[in-house]
């Protein structure tokens, strides 16, 4: 079965840096997600993108993240300034014609 | 805003029992409904997938249901074994190409 690959896993950052969370959808992938899943709590949409722009956002989508796909392949989810709160499992969500695809998810742990 | 319900938020079984999960969604307008299982720290698999014309969908010893009308899903595991022990998300999207409400999942634990 094809796969979104999601790097890195495991990612550990100190408050107040910026991190990149990277993502390779499927190459016939057309839209494009990010979710979050604070420890113990449901999978929040953040934003979806399509045709190199966003096509929707969530409240918690703030200034403080941003996406883009610089590349044509990689899809990424750039977190400026990181706060505690941002500790999450990051899930990245790619789908063609069919039903998205999500992939294994990128653990962010903020100290 | 679509708000997703799942019932039980916690269920112990003990192994070879049948049991069912239930998800509730508030917008009947839905495109499809997708069911995960998701271990301890670990990523979403996709279980099943029913589309909003599709009344149920099985897999193994899974089988989802799907009422639209009424804005309920269930997910029924047959002889269950510890294995399945997870935690079972429901997801719904409202179009082809929108994001997916998730509820808070059910943690199953399934007793040898």
């Known amino acids: 079965e094809p796969e979104v690959t999601q790097t890195p896993s495991h990612q550990v950052t100190q408050m107040g840096q910026e991190v990149i969370l990277r993502c390779v959808p499927i190459?016939?992938?057309?839209?494009f997600y990010w979710y979050r899943q604070i420890l113990g709590q449901k999978v929040e949409f953040l934003v979806s993108?399509?045709?190199?722009?966003?096509?929707?956002k969530s409240e918690i989508f703030d200034d403080q993240f941003s996406v883009e796909r610089p590349d044509g392949s990689n899809f990424t989810l750039k977190i400026r300034s990181t706060k505690l709160e941002d500790s999450a499992m990051y899930f990245c969500?790619?789908?063609?014609?069919?039903?998205?695809?999500f992939g294994q998810g990128t653990r962010l742990t903020v100290v | 805003k679509q708000e997703v319900t799942q019932i039980p938020a916690a269920l112990s079984v003990p192994e070879g029992e049948n049991l069912v999960l239930n998800c509730s969604f508030t917008?009947?307008?839905?495109?499809?409904l997708q069911w995960f299982r998701q271990d301890p720290g670990k990523g979403l698999t996709s279980l099943l997938l029913i589309q909003s014309s599709q009344r149920e969908q099985t897999s193994g010893r899974l089988n989802a249901s799907l009422d639209k009308s009424s804005g309920r899903s269930t997910l029924y595991i047959a002889a269950s074994q510890p294995g399945d022990s997870a935690t079972y998300l429901c997801?719904?999207?409202?179009?082809?190409?929108?994001?997916?409400?998730f509820g808070d999942g059910t943690t199953l634990t399934v007793k040898p």
């Open positions: 917008d009947s307008a839905i495109y499809n």
């Open positions: 190459s016939n992938h057309l839209y």
């Open positions: 969500a790619g789908k063609g014609t069919g039903t998205p695809f």
């Open positions: 997801a719904v999207r409202n179009t082809n190409a929108g994001k997916s409400t």
């Open positions: 993108f399509y045709n190199n722009e966003i096509s929707e």
